[in-house]
């Protein structure tokens, strides 16, 4: 499966997402970073520096009795992992902070049959 494909079905399935491109362009009076969280100002990006899902936006819930039926939008960050492909640190970092922080935090991961595994933990 190819990663857009892989990308597609992340999609189909929260539709409230959108791809977070995330990278830096040099110009001629510096960088600009842009993504979601941005890449670090001044040095080349590594492994352990918390990266941001492939994926991000919100997932609608429903809220408890206490709020009468209101809904409320709560962030979602999506990773996928193509065959072979691996969680990178920085990636589990950022999972680990979306959901420290009320957030919620998927790897959507081919697997060797071709299935996807949607991880939230």
């Known amino acids: ?8 079905l992340a999609w189909s399935a929260n539709p409230h997402t959108w791809r977070n491109n995330r990278g830096a362009v040099k110009t001629p009076t510096g960088y600009i ?3 979601l969280p941005p890449p670090p100002h001044g040095r080349k990006e590594d492994e352990e520096d918390m990266a ?8 609608i819930v429903e809220i408890t009795p206490s709020m ?5 939008a709560v962030f979602k960050s999506i990773e996928l992992k193509t065959k072979g492909d691996r969680k990178k640190p920085g990636q589990v970092k950022w999972a680990n902070f979306v959901r420290a922080n009320g957030g919620l935090a998927e790897f959507w991961i081919e697997q060797a ?4 595994k949607v ?3």
């Open 119 to 121: 991880e939230t933990e």
């Open 52 to 59: 941001g899902g492939d994926r991000i936006g919100f997932q």
């Open 68 to 72: 009468v039926g209101k809904k409320i």
């Open 113 to 116: 049959d071709g299935s996807v």
């Open 33 to 35: 970073t842009y993504g």
């Open 1 to 8: 499966m190819k990663e857009r494909e892989l990308d597609d």
